[in-house]
């Protein structure tokens, strides 16, 4: 069965057509990437996914459930995490309170746990704790778990966003630009990252500009071009796709250059 | 039909006063983002330094209120420099604080110059129109007219002279305004002088009507906050339009139900707008 | 637990006894008891816009309004209604859980500049409600003879001392409330919902609900205010709901720091004082005021205890930030596993 089902999706603001009639199947333990040119409409695929915005045609189907007109809130509950495009972090604490943020979806304890200290609520701050340190350690940023969100570099910052989004148990984890910002060379550890989420049973939906790195790790690839489908297939049959070639690598190239 | 007319007439200069409070409060909230509780002290004190002009200076009336514009400003340019400017990059509720801040310090000021009690300021526009049948005094004519022409020199203001200009280019887009060389600090200063001159001018030709005190501004501040979410926050003819919708309901609320409901309309109003558009009902779609 | 070691429980715990030793020192002045005791009622008050403003980062300017249902509710239902003070506060309890939360059902759709100019909006129409309403509040007249909260036979509330410690009592519990949300998962929630609305919402935290509870609990904090506050000063009138109320939390809260546990409680005593210290010039304290709120936002937005607790924060950051990097170069290639996370847990304990 595929895990995320996306039919006919469409999302026009003020006339204009952001999105229009997308397909796209992402298959359970597979990293799917969805690329194309600025403006193709990758975002408003993943706001619409995810609940930010509510698609004006079409469906989203999750684990065989309908979560078209879900907020993101009860998506991320579903089981859908989602990192964005330029980092998003609690600046002013440290990098374990952000992750343990992630936590509160899964958390059961109410206030009323929490003033009167129950054994619930002391069982789940463990597990959370746990949970949120395991997260941290498996994106490799364990060691800065104490340091303030604002004063890490960059790349610490992005894998500390896959590890909130991480702790929040996922099934499916949507990267918006997950390499943008970090220095070619720490790519390919970042790479590495992604590849081994699904080991960890966390199917992968990246949107990404560095083509090389798509190409290593995408499974199956979604070509946007003006919020439409342009081709799809596997890294090497968008490769060797001539409109593909036409409308996207080559305008790429110039930017990787 | 002859009350109608009159409180029509009423409803229009009623919507007149709002109308100039609203648009610089709303001139505010599109420039610097910034919801400008300190707006009806502002007015508050616009009455007062009329008051002053007029009264205990002996200017006549129209120059009083010119004098008593310039300077509410000049007030309005020192309160931007030195209150919201320094919180340019704070959270949101820090701006609304300091103007509460300056809003008890405008207030305590205007109650240690003159007092706590009320005091009546004599128009030297007296006499009235018959209209339809419907008697109108001519403070209230007044009141629509200047109104209307300060509306329109308004307009051409921004639409025609640079000042203006840069203050609508900051409005629709702030990063771009920068980037063509419009010096924000600038226009924040200019757009929060001018919302105090507009909010001058119309307290100036209220007060004959009211009575003056230190806390006259307090339920015009909400009630203008209505007419601006009302319209749309930022919104110049939401804003007019909203004043004059508001203005009218409350005086036909008054005159036909009760004063207290005429009272509290304007909130009851602002409640279901924001139950049915959480941002307002003119306001402009706000992609995420 | 390891609470003890805490220098903000320390610091806190050092303040509530100070509080608690008032009566000792000032036991027979009957005003200044008074005027303690009213503080601390608006303390309880300010408690409850901790945890809108500071902790959920929205500004509401109903809280006045809120105080004067639970001033209200007492007051009117003890006199005219001879109802008994418990049975009267439970009342302004219910009464103030169901405005917060009905207002709610529509401040939890907007945010920013709009849930504040929405909470004005219903903390006048409260006042408004109260100051012309007069065949039910009295309007201006106010309300005379609040009964004391019985005391069962045991205790007699009338004295200024036993009532001192009843809101004193009270207090405690709201700051012990305070503190157990502050450190939990629904504490963490609110500060997620103030750093950031969509990046709460894409973590998976129901925005509109948390803002919702959290405007009703502190509804009802404000209820709680006011009720003693009718109780301990016997008259009310209209200024009991009135928006300087608000104001008057706001100063409060701004002054002991936003979002800390000990903040409300250190700003209310010593905006207390202040305002007693300026008494004679009434009206025009807040020329002195007005300024003060101004500069501290600018430039001491944390408060007093914000700034304690930073200073003692970033002291204790600086040490686990040290030691996670040294354990983490010392067993650079261990692999990991679940007794290893609780290994450095308890490391970062003992420190």
């Given at each position: 069965?595929?895990?995320?089902?996306?039919?006919?999706?469409?999302?026009?603001?003020?006339?204009?057509?952001?999105?229009?009639?997308?397909?796209?199947?992402?298959?359970?333990?597979?990293?799917?990437?969805?690329?194309?040119?600025?403006?193709?409409?990758?975002?408003?695929?993943?706001?619409?996914?995810?609940?930010?915005?509510?698609?004006?045609?079409?469906?989203?189907?999750?684990?065989?459930?309908?979560?078209?007109?879900?907020?993101?809130?009860?998506?991320?509950?579903?089981?859908?995490?989602?990192?964005?495009?330029?980092?998003?972090?609690?600046?002013?604490?440290?990098?374990?309170?952000?992750?343990?943020?992630?936590?509160?979806?899964?958390?059961?304890?109410?206030?009323?746990?929490?003033?009167?200290?129950?054994?619930?609520?002391?069982?789940?701050?463990?597990?959370?704790?746990?949970?949120?340190?395991?997260?941290?350690?498996?994106?490799?940023?364990?060691?800065?778990?104490?340091?303030?969100?604002?004063?890490?570099?960059?790349?610490?910052?992005?894998?500390?966003?896959?590890?909130?989004?991480?702790?929040?148990?996922?099934?499916?984890?949507?990267?918006?630009?997950?390499?943008?910002?970090?220095?070619?060379?720490?790519?390919?550890?970042?790479?590495?990252?992604?590849?081994?989420?699904?080991?960890?049973?966390?199917?992968?939906?990246?949107?990404?500009?560095?083509?090389?790195?798509?190409?290593?790790?995408?499974?199956?690839?979604?070509?946007?071009?003006?919020?439409?489908?342009?081709?799809?297939?596997?890294?090497?049959?968008?490769?060797?796709?001539?409109?593909?070639?036409?409308?996207?690598?080559?305008?790429?190239?110039?930017?990787?250059? | 039909?002859?009350?109608?007319?009159?409180?029509?007439?009423?409803?229009?200069?009623?919507?007149?006063?709002?109308?100039?409070?609203?648009?610089?409060?709303?001139?505010?909230?599109?420039?610097?983002?910034?919801?400008?509780?300190?707006?009806?002290?502002?007015?508050?004190?616009?009455?007062?330094?009329?008051?002053?002009?007029?009264?205990?200076?002996?200017?006549?009336?129209?120059a009083a209120i010119g004098i008593a514009a310039l300077v509410l400003f000049c007030l309005g340019i020192l309160l931007e420099r030195l209150v919201f400017r320094?919180?340019?990059?704070?959270?949101?509720?820090?701006?609304?604080?300091?103007?509460?801040?300056?809003?008890?310090?405008?207030?305590?000021?205007?109650?240690?110059?003159?007092?706590?009690?009320?005091?009546?300021?004599?128009?030297?526009?007296?006499?009235?129109?018959?209209?339809?049948?419907?008697?109108?005094?001519?403070?209230?004519?007044?009141?629509?007219?200047?109104?209307?022409?300060?509306?329109?020199?308004?307009?051409?203001?921004?639409?025609?002279?640079?000042?203006?200009?840069?203050?609508?280019?900051?409005?629709?887009?702030?990063?771009?305004?920068?980037?063509?060389?419009?010096?924000?600090?600038?226009?924040?200063?200019?757009?929060?002088?001018?919302?105090?001159?507009?909010?001058?001018?119309?307290?100036?030709?209220?007060?004959?009507?009211?009575?003056?005190?230190?806390?006259?501004?307090?339920?015009?501040?909400?009630?203008?906050?209505?007419?601006?979410?009302?319209?749309?926050?930022?919104?110049?003819?939401?804003?007019?339009?909203?004043?004059?919708?508001?203005?009218i309901a409350e005086t036909m609320t008054s005159t036909y139900i009760s004063s207290a409901v005429g009272e509290v309309i304007a909130f009851v109003v602002l409640?279901?707008?924001?139950?049915?558009?959480?941002?307002?009902?003119?306001?402009?779609?706000?992609?995420? | 637990?390891?609470?003890?070691?805490?220098?903000?429980?320390?610091?806190?715990?050092?303040v509530l006894l100070l509080l608690a030793l008032t009566p000792v020192v000032f036991g027979n002045e009957n005003y200044i008891m008074r005027v303690v005791t009213?503080?601390?009622?608006?303390?309880?008050?300010?408690?409850?816009?901790?945890?809108?403003?500071?902790?959920?980062?929205?500004?509401?300017?109903?809280?006045?309004?809120?105080?004067?249902?639970?001033?209200?509710?007492?007051?009117?239902?003890?006199?005219?209604?001879?109802?008994?003070?418990?049975?009267?506060?439970?009342?302004?309890?219910?009464?103030?859980?169901?405005?917060?939360?009905?207002?709610?059902?529509?401040?939890?759709?907007?945010?920013?500049?709009?849930?504040?100019?929405?909470?004005?909006?219903?903390?006048?129409?409260?006042?408004?409600?109260?100051?012309?309403?007069?065949?039910?509040?009295?309007?201006?007249?106010?309300?005379?003879?609040?009964?004391?909260?019985?005391?069962?036979?045991?205790?007699?509330?009338?004295?200024?001392?036993?009532?001192?410690?009843?809101?004193?009592?009270?207090?405690?519990?709201?700051?012990?409330?305070?503190?157990?949300?502050?450190?939990?998962?629904?504490?963490?929630?609110?500060?997620?919902?103030?750093?950031?609305?969509?990046?709460?919402?894409?973590?998976?935290?129901?925005?509109?609900?948390?803002?919702?509870?959290?405007?009703?609990?502190?509804?009802?904090?404000?209820?709680?205010?006011?009720?003693?506050?009718?109780?301990?000063?016997?008259?009310?009138?209209?200024?009991?709901?009135?928006?300087?109320?608000?104001?008057?939390?706001?100063?409060?809260?701004?002054?002991?720091?936003?979002?800390?546990?000990?903040?409300?409680?250190?700003?209310?005593?010593?905006?207390?004082?202040?305002?007693?210290?300026?008494?004679?010039?009434?009206?025009?304290?807040?020329?002195?005021?007005?300024?003060?709120?101004?500069?501290?936002?600018?430039?001491?937005?944390?408060?007093?205890?914000?700034?304690?607790?930073?200073?003692?924060?970033?002291?204790?950051?600086?040490?686990?930030?040290?030691?996670?990097?040294?354990?983490?170069?010392?067993?650079?290639?261990?692999?990991?596993?679940?007794?290893?996370?609780?290994?450095?847990?308890?490391?970062?304990?003992?420190?």
């Amino acid at each position: 069965m595929m895990l995320l089902e996306i039919h006919g999706l469409g999302k026009r603001f003020g006339g204009l057509d952001a999105v229009k009639d997308v397909d796209l199947d992402v298959e359970a333990g597979q990293i799917t990437a969805v690329i194309g040119p600025n403006g193709a409409g990758k975002s408003t695929l993943f706001n619409l996914v995810h609940g930010f915005y509510r698609p004006t045609s079409g469906t989203v189907t999750f684990n065989g459930r309908n979560i078209t007109q879900s907020s993101p809130h009860s998506t991320v509950a579903d089981g859908i995490a989602r990192t964005f495009q330029t980092t998003h972090l609690f600046d002013d604490t440290t990098l374990l309170e952000n992750v343990l943020a992630g936590r509160i979806v899964r958390s059961k304890s109410n206030v009323f746990d929490a003033i009167f200290h129950t054994p619930r609520h002391r069982r789940e701050t463990k597990i959370n704790h746990d949970t949120a340190l395991e997260a941290l350690e498996f994106c490799g940023v364990s060691e800065y778990r104490n340091d303030l969100a604002s004063n890490v570099p960059q790349e610490v910052q992005k894998r500390t966003a896959v590890a909130m989004a991480l702790a929040t148990e996922p099934e499916l984890i949507l990267l918006d630009e997950p390499a943008g910002g970090i220095p070619e060379e720490e790519t390919t550890d970042f790479g590495n990252l992604i590849r081994s989420l699904p080991k960890r049973g966390v199917s992968v939906l990246l949107v990404e500009h560095k083509m090389s790195m798509i190409m290593d790790l995408a499974d199956k690839i979604l070509v946007l071009d003006h919020g439409q489908k342009l081709a799809i297939g596997t890294p090497e049959e968008i490769q060797s796709n001539p409109d593909v070639i036409r409308a996207y690598l080559g305008s790429a190239k110039d930017e990787e250059n | 039909m002859t009350l109608f007319i009159q409180q029509l007439f009423n409803g229009f200069a009623l919507g007149g006063v709002y109308c100039l409070a609203a648009i610089g409060l709303t001139l505010v909230f599109g420039v610097l983002r910034i919801p400008n509780l300190a707006h009806g002290s502002l007015y508050m004190l616009g009455a007062y330094v009329t008051y002053f002009f007029l009264t205990t200076v002996g200017v006549p009336y129209v120059a009083a209120i010119g004098i008593a514009a310039l300077v509410l400003f000049c007030l309005g340019i020192l309160l931007e420099r030195l209150v919201f400017r320094p919180l340019q990059n704070s959270p949101h509720t820090h701006h609304m604080i300091a103007a509460i801040g300056a809003m008890f310090f405008f207030q305590a000021v205007a109650q240690a110059i003159w007092g706590a009690d009320f005091r009546r300021m004599e128009t030297p526009i007296s006499g009235s129109l018959h209209i339809l049948g419907a008697e109108i005094s001519a403070q209230r004519i007044v009141i629509i007219v200047t109104a209307v022409v300060v509306l329109a020199l308004l307009t051409w203001f921004i639409k025609r002279s640079i000042h203006g200009q840069t203050i609508e280019a900051t409005e629709q887009d702030r990063t771009g305004a920068a980037l063509v060389g419009i010096n924000p600090s600038m226009v924040a200063m200019l757009t929060l002088g001018l919302s105090a001159l507009l909010v001058t001018i119309a307290a100036g030709l209220v007060a004959p009507i009211n009575l003056l005190s230190p806390t006259m501004g307090d339920s015009l501040n909400l009630k203008v906050f209505a007419i601006i979410i009302l319209g749309g926050l930022g919104s110049l003819p939401g804003a007019i339009v909203g004043s004059f919708v508001l203005a009218i309901a409350e005086t036909m609320t008054s005159t036909y139900i009760s004063s207290a409901v005429g009272e509290v309309i304007a909130f009851v109003v602002l409640v279901a707008v924001l139950a049915i558009k959480p941002t307002g009902l003119f306001s402009k779609a706000v992609q995420r | 637990m390891n609470g003890l070691k805490n220098p903000r429980v320390i610091g806190t715990l050092v303040v509530l006894l100070l509080l608690a030793l008032t009566p000792v020192v000032f036991g027979n002045e009957n005003y200044i008891m008074r005027v303690v005791t009213v503080g601390l009622c608006s303390a309880i008050a300010v408690y409850g816009m901790n945890i809108i403003l500071g902790f959920t980062g929205q500004l509401s300017l109903a809280q006045g309004g809120f105080f004067g249902i639970g001033a209200y509710a007492v007051g009117l239902l003890t006199t005219d209604y001879d109802w008994s003070f418990w049975s009267a506060f439970a009342a302004a309890v219910v009464g103030t859980a169901v405005i917060g939360y009905l207002s709610g059902l529509i401040a939890l759709r907007t945010k920013d500049e709009y849930f504040a100019i929405f909470t004005m909006a219903i903390g006048f129409i409260i006042y408004l409600t109260i100051s012309r309403w007069e065949s039910v509040t009295h309007a201006h007249s106010g309300v005379n003879n609040v009964k004391f909260p019985e005391g069962g036979g045991i205790l007699d509330f009338s004295t200024p001392t036993a009532m001192f410690y009843l809101v004193f009592v009270v207090l405690l519990v709201t700051v012990y409330i305070t503190f157990a949300i502050r450190r939990s998962s629904v504490g963490r929630t609110l500060l997620t919902i103030r750093t950031s609305e969509d990046l709460a919402d894409a973590i998976g935290v129901s925005v509109g609900m948390s803002k919702q509870l959290a405007f009703a609990a502190s509804a009802v904090l404000g209820g709680v205010g006011g009720a003693f506050y009718a109780t301990v000063v016997g008259f009310i009138g209209p200024d009991a709901a009135s928006v300087d109320k608000t104001f008057e939390f706001l100063m409060f809260i701004l002054v002991g720091g936003m979002g800390t546990v000990a903040g409300p409680l250190v700003g209310s005593m010593i905006v207390t004082y202040l305002f007693e210290f300026f008494q004679d010039f009434q009206a025009y304290r807040f020329i002195v005021l007005g300024p003060i709120i101004i500069a501290l936002v600018i430039f001491a937005p944390r408060g007093i205890v914000g700034y304690l607790g930073g200073f003692v924060d970033k002291r204790n950051r600086k040490k686990r930030v040290e030691a996670a990097r040294s354990e983490a170069n010392s067993k650079s290639s261990a692999p990991h596993d679940t007794t290893d996370a609780s290994a450095s847990t308890h490391a970062e304990r003992t420190k």
